[in-house]
């Protein structure tokens, strides 16, 4: 008898402890229905075990990859009758993973990851599920730390894997990897080994078999203090989150016409502008050698950065973003005797004399070279460029301005000026109405 009640007791802890997690992070509601990974090995079983026994809703959803011959078939019918055992929903979804690597040239990790998570997401929103719940612990993230520190990474790396990203969340972060062996021990549940995890092919498995038992032969408490250094990190984490966002705040202005600006002399004041620069230009694209690139190049106006759809130009006091992207809207033309036109002065509307057009009426950006007559300069001519910068235009906007053309001559710099050419005066009997929209 006090065998089993201390197997019950021990066994009700680990429980304990998976719901307390689960309630700290606010990962799922009491009851709810969840979406759970069921790969048939330890982690997944333990997974499926504990959510089921705390009143969850459980959804088994296992992939078969077919990546491993006669193992995947073991593992598939393996899942299939732990869920019958546990009455539980389940559904299996099977992927030609080989093929889809090679057609999309990623790896067949990436190709696995992509094609669950894809699935899973499916499946969620057809089942109306409040989560994905996959079975990483501690063990797992203590190889994922020490794999992001061997890469290089920022602070949000070393910060390992989080309990919850979006709808994936992560319950068994809690327990060791030998916890969950116990749980499983104790329950009387069988689980499947995948044998590639005891191969150190991979580099995952590297750290699994040889680095954590090095470091564990050097500290018996390295594992512990690990995972101690990633709480701490996460903490630290928080206070830099709070920092940045400042920081962006502060020295980041949004345009309408989608361009951010980011006021260089605010940016150096901050602690660390390099560290601004990475959580605004990192998500989009730019390496970590452009933002230094950048940040050496700030007494440099007029140098363009890209990456990925999006350039940055250093203009004067002012790092600006933009998406590469065309102006885009319609041209509403009207032609009107002169005794019906009552001229506004406004630069979003032209008026042109009918008669001093000849056409055709083209739409195009600026050109090296384009000149253009002003309206209010009688005829003289000025440089398109010279122009755009007397209006303190950055480089992105002149690229960006439109022209209306009358054959090879601008006769309207949309939403600005039009030109002197096509002046309206005493001799004009019809009036060419444009506006742009």
Known sequence: MKKKYFCSNKMERIR??????????????????????LSGGPDSVCLISILNQLGYEVIAVHCNFHLRGEESLRDELFAEQLCKQYGLAYHKVDFDTTLYAKEHKISI?????????????LLKAKWKAEAIAVGHHKDDNIETFLLNLSRGTGIKGLCGMQPKNDDVIRPLL???RQEILEHLRLEGLEHMTDHTNLEDDYARNKVRLNVLPLLE??????MHNITSTIENLNEVQNVYRQAISAAIKECCIQKENGETHIIINRLL????????LHELLSPIGFNKQQLKDVLASLNESSKIFMSQGRRLLIDRNTIILESISYPSGMLEQEELPIEKVLIKKDPHIAYLDADKLHGPLTLRTPQTGDTFAP???????????????????NLFEKERQLLLMD???????????????????ETTRRVIVLTWT
Not at 217 to 222: E, L, Q, T, V, Y
Request: hydrophobic share 40%.
């Open 16 to 37: 304990e402890k998976v719901q307390k997690y689960i309630h700290l992070h606010g990962l799922l509601k009491d009851n709810a229905r969840v979406l759970v990974g």
């Open 109 to 121: 990790e990436m190709a696995a990851r992509e094609l669950r998570y894809d699935a899973f997401r």
């Open 174 to 176: 809690c327990l060791t």
């Open 217 to 222: 032969s050097i500290n018996k408490g390295a």
């Open 269 to 276: 004041q901050q602690a660390s502008p390099i560290s601004v």
């Open 375 to 393: 309206f209010g300069m009688k005829g003289k001519r000025k440089l398109l460029s010279d122009y755009l910068t007397d209006l303190k235009l």
């Open 407 to 425: 054959g090879d001559e601008i006769a309207w710099v949309v939403n600005r000026r039009s030109s002197e050419l096509y002046r309206v005066d």
